[in-house]
Nanobody, 128 residues
Framework: QVQLVESGGGLVQTGGSLRLSCAAS????????????MGWFRQTPGKDREFVAGIRWSDTSIYYADSAKGRFTISRDNAEKVVYLQMNSLTPEDTAVYYC?????????????????WGQGTQVTVSS
């Protein structure tokens, strides 16, 4: 199990930016981070949790949902074991609770069921 702690959510106006952070820790992750893939998901009330972006810890493999392409950037800091989600050109449709997730696999994962560990979530609210 990987422990994940998100931060960086908040209230922003349409067109603004936010950067979310996810600090990862855990015995297995600390010793073997390269076997993990990290992801960001988001969820609004009454809807399924949807994939936003993913990044493999071992290499440069990065992938995005169509809604995030061109606006969001996922990255990682290997030394600090932190994953970031830079979100630009935000719209009210981006309002959601954003979750960080970890998958003990190097295979790409876009489904909620692909991931083993989850953070507590951070609220992002975009005002019009």
């Amino acid at each position: 199990q990987v422990q994940l702690v998100e931060s960086g959510g908040g209230l922003v106006q349409t067109g603004g930016s936010l950067r979310l952070s996810c600090a990862a820790s855990g015995r297995s992750f600390n010793f073997y981070p390269n076997i993990y893939t990290m992801g960001w998901f988001r969820q609004t009330p009454g809807k399924d949790r949807e994939f936003v972006a993913g990044i493999r810890w071992s290499d440069t493999s990065i992938y995005y949902a169509d809604s995030a392409k061109g606006r969001f950037t996922i990255s990682r800091d290997n030394a600090e074991k932190v994953v970031y989600l830079q979100m630009n050109s935000l719209t009210p449709e981006d309002t959601a609770v954003y979750y960080c997730a970890a998958r003990r696999s190097i295979r790409d994962g876009v489904a909620r069921s692909d991931y083993d560990s989850w953070g507590q979530g951070t609220q992002v609210t975009v005002s019009s």
